[in-house]
Structure formats: structure tokens, C-alpha cells
């Protein structure tokens, strides 16, 4: 059977004990109904066969007294004895008697006998009596014949009313009505107390589970017995309890995790060692919920104790552990054997047990553990409490845990530390190295130009004085022989400039690239475009960013010339605010960068690695893509002043 879901949110809605007990009503006031009906037919039917046995009774009573006073024709007897008979029975409602030709001799009826009436029933001869139920106006009237001396004398006949049989099935209604009532009371009351005594341990049991689902597992659901919700108590007390256990321990592992996060963000933040160390600290300190820590750290040689972090009491306490060297102390314990120590109570000669936090407490209790790292103590890191029971043994192994991060954290700056000094020591010998290679470049550039020019001048003039005094065919050699010389000066001039182009120095950037490309497109035949922003004014560019640029993009013009295969290139040169930005273009057979970059012959990528290394030499970035058969791209950025 399928209900709506209104209909079964109208049913579900009431509480338990409103539910039992309309159950308990409804079966209480079905069966009493259903008995009442019962009752009420079968007692009907009862005492209607019992007012028909009493009708026939009558009647019989009435023939027998009539058969005589009909013999002798005493019609005053019959009336007297019809009289006799109504008055006698508050049911009967007439009598008369027949004779054998069904004429009425006498009857009951006071406004005439009615008409038919003898006509409704008949009786055989042989019947002891015949009952037919005729209707009126008092509802049912049971009418007995029975005849009179075998039927010879005539036939009496009565009629009953069942009033009396309503009166009394009424009486038993309202009888069992009224028990009904009060069974109902009682049933009410019993489902009340049965219900009180179902729901009271459920409604308990709610009322822990709402306060389990506010967080609150200490709550215990009290024991109801040994039955179904005993059971079911006793398992939600152990569900609890297994509940509060987990989380206690999810609780630890969270913090645990959150102090390891903490520290971890303070390690991976870019700031000096001192300061992440610091913050390591603190950040420890907070997911702990302890007052006081430090961290000391031996120097590289492991000798010296360094006071690199102090949280919680005066500077002053960890000062002074840093003039003995920890010595006398047990900490000397998590340096020397490696191994972390709860220390409680703190002896005599330790230093905190001088400090007092701010409201005036004492330290008790301390741990101690050492910072770790490939095996070697690189120094130690220590809480401590005014609550001798804080440092459990979950609370070490996290210290420990920190310990061993903080180590790599101090061993990873240290080696950052040797990294950016070699770092800063190989830009300077780099840059050296540069200036010295601009300086020679120079100085080559400038001979080339002065002394190999002048001779080779020397020598054309020369050629060309002795020429005027020879015959014609040595004229023509001498002549072939100056224009050699002319070629190869015009040679010097150009790699002369290409060493250092003394335009750059003079007009700038814009005028070298110009001049350089110009001779660039003569010499290998290439659509070369240039696009120059930004440089409309006056003002130049830092000296050494013009050099980078213009020998980052010589040394792109000099790859694409010697390994691309390309047939145009696109130069664009911008000048931001606070940045320059240049980028070569070409539409040749392209390369992978990544095997360029990886393969193990250097002689292939001394070029690209030289433009990097120019690049970040004055703070700027430089970026190289490429595709196999889709040509090459080089960006360098340069910020500026």
C-alpha cells in the first residue's frame, strides 16, 4: 500500500508516545466496537427468538383457557380473560380469538379491530403455532396463531412489539459503551506508562546524540537494562568512546601536521636563515601552545654556539647559556649523543629557572632536541613549559621531527649561502672577463684600425707610385695587387667594427644596430627589418646595457646567418618605462632547444649560453624558442633606471 508524501509526512509527524498510544486507542476502541456489534446482533437475535418462544407461549396460554368458555359461548369470560392476558404482558400489544370461520369473537383492540388483520396469518390444524413479524407504527409486531382444540374451537393469535428487546440490547450498549470507556482510560493510561517507559531512554538517548553532534563525545548515554535499547546504549556509549579516541588522536595528528606546516611555510619563506629560523620558532611555539623556546646553532666548524633564536624570556637567560656553551647543562646531552631530553625538574645551575614569563610564573620543565642533518648536529632546538606534564612523548618525537627539518632548513642555507657567494664571485670573474674581452676588443679594433690600416694604406700608395714608373705589363700586376690590398683594407675596417663599432660608443644604439644591419643585409643577402620604439629622444641608454643588447643581437644576426637557412628576419628594439625589451625573429629551419641545450659538445651552444650569461650580467632575462621548421625567436629584457 503506497501512500502520498503528504500523507506519510502527516503520519510520520507525530512523537513515539502520541503514536503507541493512538495505537493502543485504536485497538482498544476497534475491538470494543467490534464486540458492541457482535454483542448487539447475537443478543438481538437472542431475544428475539426468546419474544416469539414467549408469544407462542401466550397464545398457547390463551387457546387453552379459551377452549372451554368458547364451548359454552361465555363471551364475558373471553373478554375478561383477553384483559387479563395484555395487562399481564407489557409486550403484548393485542390479542383476540377466532372461531373456525375466522370470525373474531372477542379482541384487545379499544378503536375497532383492524381490517385484514385475521387475514394475516394463518395457522394449520396440525401446526402447534405459526408466527408471522407484520409491520406499524411501533416498528416489528411478531403475530402468533395458534389453534384452538385442534382448530375445532377457533384460533387465539397475539401480537408482540419488540420494545423490550431494544430496551435491553440499548441497556447492554450503554453498559459496554461504557466499559469501553473505561478499558479505553486504562488502555490510555497503560500505553502512557508502557510509552514512558519505551521513550524515556530514547529521548535520552537523543539528548546525548545532539550533545555528540555539538562535539561534546564525553557524554554517556546511561544504561537502560538489558533489552533492545540497552543494547543499543551500551553500543552508543562504546561508538562514543571509540569516537573520542580517534578524534584525541586525530587532534594530535592535526597538530602535529600544523606545527610541521607552520615550520615547513617558515622554512620555504625567502628570507635570511636568522629570521626563517626565528619564524620557524614561533610558529612552533603557537601549534605547541608553550611560552618559552630557542634555537642555537653551532658554527661550520661545530666548535661555537651561536644564540640564533629566543622567544619568550629575557634575552639576557640565553646570553648566558651562550657564554658557558651550554656546559654543565643537560642539554649538552642532544649535542654530544644525538638524542633529545625532556629535562624535569630543572637542576640548580640551569639558567631559566631565573626567568618568569609575564604573569610572573616559572619555568618547570624543558625539551631539548638536536637539529639534524645527514648525521651531524648542526645545533638544537628547545621549548619549555610551566607545566611539568606538557611534554608528552607524541609532543618529543614531533620536536624531533622539527629537529630534523630545521637541520635540512640550516643546511640547505648554508649550502644557498656557499652557492650565491660562488654565484657572486663567478658573475664578478664573468664580468671581468667581459670587460676585459670589450677592452680587447678594443684595443685589437683600434690597432686593426690605426696601425694594420695605415700600413696596409702605406702600402696602396706605394703601389700606386710604382706603378706610375713601370712598363704596362707590370703596371697591370701592380695594379691587380693594390686592389687586393683595397679589398683586404676594406676587410680590416669591417671586422674592425665588428669588434668594436665606434659608432656605439658615439651615436648610441639605435645608429649601430642601423649601420651593422646595413652591412649585414650587403654582406649575406637577407630581408632584414628593424623597428626602433622608444629611442626618439636624446636620451641614451647605460653604456653597458647598449653593449648587451647590441652582442646578444650580433651574436642572433651571426647564428641565423650561419645556421638557420632563413630568408627574412625581423629585429624589434623597445624602450619601455624602466625596461628594454628586444626581440630577433627569423623564418628558418628552426631546431630543439632542449637537445641543443643538453647535448654534451659545448662548442654548439657557446653562443647562447654567452648571450644568457650577458644578459643576467646586468640584471635582465633572456629566452630562447624554437620549433623545428618553424623558425627562432630571441627575447632578452633588460630593466633600467
Known sequence: MKFSPRLRAWLLRP??????????????????????????????????????????????????????????????????????????????????????????????????????????????????????????????????????????????RVGLTEQSVHSAVDELTRTMVLTTFAVSLLGIGAA??????????????????????????????????????????????????????????????NRELAALNAVANAVNAPAPLAETLDGSLRALLQSLDVPVGWVFLLDREGGRVQLTSWVGLPIEIGE???????????????????????????????????????????????????????????????VASTNAQVFSADEVKLLEAVGQQLGVAVENARLWDDLRDKERVRGQLLEKIIRAQEEERKRIARELHDDTGQAITSLMVGL??????????????????????????????????????????DLGLAAALERYIANYRANFNLNVDLQMTGFHNSQRLPAQVELTLYRVIQEALTNIAKHAHARNVSIVVERKRG??????????????????????????????????????????????ESTVGSGTSVFVEIPIA
Open 15 to 156: 512523537g513515539v508516545r502520541i503514536k503507541m498510544m493512538g495505537i493502543v486507542l485504536a485497538l482498544v476502541l476497534l475491538l470494543g466496537l467490534s464486540i458492541m456489534g457482535e454483542v448487539r446482533v447475537n443478543m438481538t437475535t437472542a431475544l428475539t427468538a426468546r419474544l416469539e418462544e414467549r408469544g407462542v407461549s401466550i397464545a398457547r396460554d390463551l387457546a387453552a383457557h379459551s377452549t372451554d368458555l368458547i364451548l359454552v359461548n361465555n363471551t364475558y369470560a373471553l373478554h375478561e380473560l383477553i384483559k387479563d392476558t395484555i395487562q399481564n404482558n407489557s409486550d403484548l400489544r393485542y390479542a383476540f380469538i377466532l372461531d373456525q370461520n375466522d370470525r373474531v369473537l372477542v379482541h384487545s383492540f379499544e378503536q375497532g379491530f383492524p381490517r385484514g388483520l385475521n387475514e394475516k396469518n394463518r395457522v394449520a390444524p396440525s401446526e402447534r403455532a405459526h408466527t408471522v413479524i407484520l409491520a406499524s407504527d411501533e416498528g416489528p409486531i411478531h403475530d402468533v396463531a395458534v389453534p384452538i382444540f385442534d382448530g375445532r374451537a377457533g384460533i387465539a
Open 464 to 505: 700606386r707610385a710604382a706603378s706610375d714608373v713601370c712598363d704596362l705589363p707590370v703596371r697591370e700586376r701592380l695594379t691587380t695587387v693594390r686592389e687586393i690590398a683595397a679589398q683586404t683594407l676594406e676587410s680590416v675596417k669591417r671586422l674592425a667594427r665588428e669588434l668594436r663599432p665606434a659608432v656605439l660608443d
Open 192 to 253: 502512557y506508562l508502557l510509552t514512558l517507559i519505551l521513550t524515556r531512554p530514547i529521548l535520552t538517548l537523543v539528548q546525548v546524540t545532539q550533545a555528540v553532534a555539538r562535539g561534546d563525545l564525553t557524554r554517556q548515554a546511561p544504561p537502560w537494562g538489558d533489552d533492545e535499547i540497552g543494547q543499543l546504549s551500551t553500543a552508543f556509549n562504546r561508538m562514543t568512546a571509540e569516537l573520542d579516541q580517534t578524534q584525541r588522536a586525530m587532534f594530535q595528528r
Open 579 to 624: 625596461t628594454v625589451i628586444a626581440v630577433v625573429e627569423d623564418d628558418g629551419q628552426g631546431f630543439d632547444v632542449r637537445a641543443l641545450l643538453d647535448s654534451p659538445h659545448d662548442e654548439t651552444k657557446l653562443g647562447l649560453h654567452g648571450m644568457r650569461e650577458r644578459a643576467e650580467l646586468v640584471g635582465g632575462r633572456w629566452q630562447l
Open 320 to 382: 648566558r647559556e651562550v657564554e658557558i656553551g651550554l656546559h654543565g647543562c643537560p642539554c649538552t646531552v642532544a649535542l654530544r649523543n644525538k638524542q633529545s631530553i625532556v629535562v624535569t625538574p630543572l637542576p640548580e645551575r640551569c639558567p631559566l629557572r631565573e626567568g618568569r614569563l609575564d604573569g610572573g610564573q616559572g619555568v618547570t620543565a624543558h625539551v631539548t632536541v638536536p637539529i639534524l642533518s645527514h648525521d651531524r648536529v648542526l645545533g638544537v632546538v628547545g
